[in-house]
C-alpha cells in the first residue's frame, strides 16, 4: 500500500542540527514530486522544500542556506538536512508526494494541496 513515513524528529538548541528522513512505499516513487511541509500550533501549513525527480529544488525563503531537501532513489527516502535552527523552525514536519509535473509548475514552491500523500508528521522543537 502507498505510505510515508517521517522520522528523525526531536528537540534541539537553537543552532543545532537535525535531519529527518522519509520512507516512501507502495508505488514507483522515483518520478514523482516529493516534498517537506511544516505546522506549528494555530498556524496553517507552509511549504518548506521541495525536490524533481532530477533534483531541482526550491526552498521557502525562511530555510535558504539553512535547509537542505535530497532524495535517494534507491533506497526509496527523503530526506531534509537542517542546520542552524532556530526557535520559529518549531513546527510539526511532514513529507508529501504529488504528481512530477507539480514540481515544473513554476519557479515558486508547490502548493500544499497539489500535494496527493501525506505522511503521519514528526515533531521538531528548537530551544533558545
Known amino acids: 500500500q502507498v505510505q510515508l513515513a517521517e522520522s528523525g524528529g526531536g528537540s534541539v538548541q537553537a543552532g543545532g542540527s537535525l535531519r529527518l528522513s522519509c520512507a516512501l512505499s507502495?508505488?514507483?516513487?522515483?518520478?514523482?514530486?516529493l516534498g517537506w511541509f511544516r505546522q506549528a500550533p494555530g498556524k496553517g501549513r507552509e511549504g518548506v522544500a521541495t525536490i524533481a525527480s532530477n533534483e531541482t529544488t526550491k526552498y521557502t525563503d525562511s530555510v535558504k542556506g539553512r535547509f537542505t531537501i535530497s532524495r535517494d532513489s534507491a533506497k526509496n527516502t527523503l530526506d531534509l538536512q537542517m542546520h542552524s535552527l532556530k526557535p520559529e523552525d518549531t513546527a510539526m514536519y511532514y513529507c508529501?508526494?504529488?504528481?512530477?509535473?507539480?514540481?515544473?509548475?513554476?519557479?515558486?514552491?508547490?502548493?500544499?494541496?497539489?500535494?496527493?500523500?501525506w505522511g503521519q508528521g514528526t515533531q521538531v522543537t528548537v530551544s533558545s
Open positions: 507502495g508505488y514507483r516513487w522515483s518520478t514523482y514530486c
Open positions: 508529501a508526494a504529488a504528481l512530477p509535473s507539480t514540481c515544473y509548475s513554476n519557479s515558486r514552491l508547490p502548493e500544499g494541496r497539489l500535494f496527493l500523500y
